[in-house]
């Protein structure tokens, strides 16, 4: 079982990056948000799951292990195969996944691609209880939710893709100080500075 890779990239696409480890390049599928941050020729760490079919070996990779765990908690959903797994977690993180099961709410995945509304509610039913932790454990920051919130509306806005810009507003306010963390401007800016020159990705 290959468990996790550490690499050059030597190729990335909108769904997959190629990761060079031992002489040997690894294809391996990732979410939107590790392919658009994957840069040819620096190193990438990915937690990854080999897929076993009959006519093929198939690699999914994830930034962390939180990723990979709920990756394998969609792919035990009754039609959730590993493309609509990794759907899912291209467009929403961890956490959001956690907060719609919890309260019930399976509109979130209802607007990922291949995800029907009865899959929906078996997502929701199904991983009830089993994605609870994830929520708890998540680092806690002093910043309100409505703060972080309103940087990742404001992110959105600018192009970013939801789980991305949810991502750096989260990050940005572990960072910050004890005053920007209230500031809806300040979390914009180190957000924005996070993430780098260069065009929205949309």
Excluded: C, N
Excluded at 19 to 48: I, K, M, N, Y
Excluded at 176 to 193: C, G, K
Aim: aromatic letters at 4%; charged letters at 20%.
């Amino acid at each position: 079982m290959i468990s996790s890779l550490r690499g050059t990239v030597l190729h990335a696409a909108p769904d997959r990056v190629v990761v060079e480890t031992g002489g040997v390049g690894f294809s391996v599928f990732v979410p939107a948000d590790v392919a658009h941050t994957a840069v040819v020729g620096q190193q990438l760490r990915l937690h990854t799951s080999l897929i076993v079919r009959d006519d093929a070996l198939t690699l999914y990779g994830f930034a962390d292990r939180d990723e990979l765990e709920v990756f394998g908690l969609l792919l035990s959903v009754t039609g959730v195969g590993p493309k609509s797994a990794l759907g899912v977690l291209s467009h929403l993180t961890v956490d959001q996944i956690a907060e719609a099961v919890t309260g019930e709410d399976d509109a979130p995945f209802r607007r990922v691609s291949g995800i029907g509304p009865k899959t929906a509610k078996l997502i929701v039913l199904q991983l009830a209880g089993k994605v609870q932790a994830h929520v708890a454990s998540a680092p806690a920051t002093a910043a309100s939710t409505a703060v972080i919130d309103q940087v990742t509306a404001a992110l959105v806005g600018l192009g970013w893709k939801e789980k991305v810009a949810a991502e750096a507003s989260a990050q940005s306010a572990e960072d910050a100080t004890d005053a920007e963390r209230e500031s809806v401007s300040a979390l914009l800016r180190r957000a924005l500075a996070a993430m780098g020159p260069g065009a929205a990705r949309g």
